[in-house]
């Protein structure tokens, strides 16, 4: 048991998360999953750990539960967040504060929690799910404060990837164009799939895919691969 790959999911209930959960289960890691509403898992190499990772306490216990069930923490996918898209001006303070709380505390404090591990052990991966929102914006769909936080996550990666290049530490993005999950209800698809070049909305399946993608590139470090149907590339 001790040499099997352990991979930290958060925001893993449903959606990307539980999909990336899946991925990680095939490729043979045991996977300690999180997120407010989690449920326990039949699969005894899924660990379930409800809480609000914005609480350091929940971060806390994730990365204990990881500890004690398995030996050790391989991969950390940053995935939980929220995204509130709406005009700057109509954002409101608590808009503000659940953003900066989920998106930024989030990955701060189960990142710092659990490098120190990954450091000891001299290997590791971190990956965050930003937004290809980014680095490309898209007249009509405005969404200040997702860029704000994501952008913060894209940076930091870039950051913390050239901090531990020489530790074996590898830090790397996601960054989604729109995918169907259940956030998006079915009467809204055919508009989003139009927001991408390609004309479809993306799958969980290939957001999985290209995380999988890092998980294997061993000289792939402060990378971001946009996912995103060619929304990065420019105008269409």
Known sequence: MGQQKVAIVT???????????AAYRKNG??????????????DQDVLAVAGDIRERAVAERVVAAALERYGRIDTLINNAGIFIGKPFTEYTADDFSNMVEV???GFFHITQLTLPHM????SGHIVQITTTLVHQAIAG???GLAMLTKGGLDAVTRGLAIEYAKTGVRV???????I?????PEATHAALAGMHPMGRMGEVSEIADAILYLENASFVTGETINV???QHAGRW
Do not use: E, Y
């Not at 925001?11 to 999909?19: E, N, R, T």
């Not at 790397?172 to 729109?178: D, E, L, Q, R």
């Open 180 to 184: 169907k999950t259940p956030m998006h």
């Open 103 to 105: 998106n930024l505390a």
């Open 119 to 122: 450091l000891a052990q001299r």
């Open 29 to 42: 890691f045991a996977v300690v999953a999180t997120s407010r509403n989690i449920q326990p898992s039949s």
């Open 172 to 178: 790397n993005n996601i960054a989604p164009g729109i």
């Open 228 to 230: 995103d149907g060619g």
């Open 11 to 21: 925001g893993a209930s449903q959606g990307i998360g539980a999909g990336v959960v």
């Open 141 to 143: 769909a405005d969404a």
